[in-house]
């Protein structure tokens, strides 16, 4: 005997994580319609998926699905594709849920649902820790900001793309909390690669020097992730540069609103910059690296 039919999701936005994550949720059987912002690539994507659907529009998504999710680049992004005149959105539309995956400000998430609730939809801000290989293995932490019967109602599918769904309060809050890990994240990595500098330049072998680290009190998921294409100079993107400039340049917004110091992300911040500007924007962030081996006039 069957169970109840799965709810129509609408994904919209397949680059390096959500096309992994709208895949998870297609190989759970669950019906999809997919939009993109890049004409062709939500057809290539669902070319050989039968039970996905083309939309041309967010608001032809809107009108086919019980549950929009987004998976989009920022605030403006976000706000545009939900609520915009063509949005998913654009009309009232009681019963449906949002989740937005993004990573964007806390702000932009509330004031998102506060124009969604006036038009009868649930929203979620509810975004993700974990790169592309999590994405594509369904093990991706996320953290939901909203109401618990909405986090309840998105978590069957929740689960299918992350090994940790926590609910963490209310709207904006999941925001908040990606934000300050992410922060962490770049200071982790920013400093990893100093070190690797430090070491080269002292003569130590780095070898070594992982292998010390990942034994001690140095150890760390950065060491871990980024230390071995630091070394080799691989710099695939599995999350871009610039996305984690962004996620700290929002953390520091929102720390120094709250009047508190972040010293540490903001250190990372400009590395990132720096980084971007000698041209890996759109490399893995490992490449904060080369801020420092600029600083030092060296290649590890």
Same mark, same amino acid.
């Given at each position: 005997?069957?169970?109840?039919?799965?709810?129509?999701?609408g994904?919209?936005?397949?680059?390096?994580?959500?096309?992994r994550?709208a895949?998870?949720l297609a190989?759970?059987?669950?019906?999809l319609?997919?939009?993109?912002?890049t004409?062709?690539?939500?057809?290539?994507?669902?070319a050989?998926?039968?039970?996905v659907?083309?939309?041309d529009?967010?608001?032809?998504v809107g009108?086919? /699905?019980?549950?929009?999710?987004t998976?989009?680049v920022?605030?403006d992004?976000?706000?545009?594709?939900l609520?915009?005149?063509?949005?998913?959105?654009?009309?009232?539309? $009681?019963?449906?849920? /949002?989740?937005d995956?993004?990573?964007i400000?806390?702000i932009?998430?509330?004031e998102i649902?506060?124009?969604?609730h006036?038009?009868g939809?649930?929203f979620?801000?509810?975004?993700?820790?974990?790169s592309?290989?999590?994405?594509?293995?369904g093990?991706?932490?996320?953290? /939901?900001g909203?109401?618990?019967?909405?986090?309840e109602?998105?978590? $069957?599918?929740?689960?299918?793309?992350? +090994?940790?769904?926590?609910?963490?309060?209310?709207?904006?809050?999941?925001?908040?909390? +990606?934000?300050?890990?992410?922060a962490?994240?770049?200071?982790n990595?920013?400093?990893?690669?100093?070190?690797?500098?430090?070491?080269?330049?002292?003569?130590?072998?780095?070898?070594?020097?992982?292998?010390?680290?990942?034994?001690?009190?140095g150890?760390?998921?950065?060491?871990?992730? +980024?230390?071995?294409?630091?070394?080799d100079?691989?710099?695939?993107?599995l999350f871009?540069l610039?996305?984690m400039?962004k996620?700290?340049?929002? /953390?520091?917004?929102?720390?120094?609103?709250?009047?508190?110091p972040?010293?540490?992300?903001?250190?990372?911040?400009?590395?990132?910059?720096?980084?971007?500007?000698r041209?890996?924007?759109?490399a893995?962030f490992?490449?904060?690296?080369?801020?420092?081996?600029g600083?030092?006039?060296?290649r590890?």
């Amino acid at each position: 005997m069957s169970g109840p039919a799965l709810p129509h999701v609408g994904f919209l936005g397949l680059g390096i994580m959500g096309a992994r994550m709208a895949a998870n949720l297609a190989d759970a059987g669950y019906p999809l319609t997919v939009w993109t912002r890049t004409p062709g690539k939500a057809a290539d994507w669902a070319a050989d998926r039968a039970i996905v659907a083309v939309a041309d529009s967010p608001a032809a998504v809107g009108a086919a /699905c019980d549950v929009a999710i987004t998976m989009l680049v920022d605030g403006d992004q976000v706000r545009t594709v939900l609520t915009g005149p063509d949005g998913v959105v654009a009309e009232p539309r $009681p019963g449906l849920l /949002c989740v937005d995956m993004s990573t964007i400000a806390p702000i932009d998430a509330r004031e998102i649902a506060a124009t969604l609730h006036t038009r009868g939809t649930a929203f979620l801000d509810a975004p993700v820790t974990g790169s592309s290989p999590a994405a594509e293995a369904g093990t991706l932490t996320i953290m /939901c900001g909203g109401g618990a019967p909405d986090v309840e109602r998105a978590r $069957p599918m929740l689960d299918v793309m992350g +090994k940790l769904v926590l609910h963490v309060g209310e709207t904006g809050q999941g925001q908040m909390l +990606k934000l300050i890990n992410n922060a962490v994240a770049a200071a982790n990595a920013a400093t990893l690669a100093q070190a690797l500098v430090a070491a080269d330049a002292t003569g130590v072998d780095l070898g070594h020097l992982v292998t010390v680290m990942a034994a001690g009190s140095g150890q760390s998921r950065m060491l871990d992730l +980024k230390a071995g294409p630091m070394r080799d100079h691989d710099y695939t993107t599995l999350f871009k540069l610039d996305h984690m400039r962004k996620d700290v340049r929002l /953390c520091l917004a929102e720390t120094q609103a709250a009047g508190v110091p972040f010293p540490a992300a903001a250190a990372a911040g400009e590395a990132m910059a720096a980084a971007s500007a000698r041209g890996f924007a759109d490399a893995d962030f490992a490449a904060v690296l080369e801020a420092f081996e600029g600083l030092a006039g060296r290649r590890i």
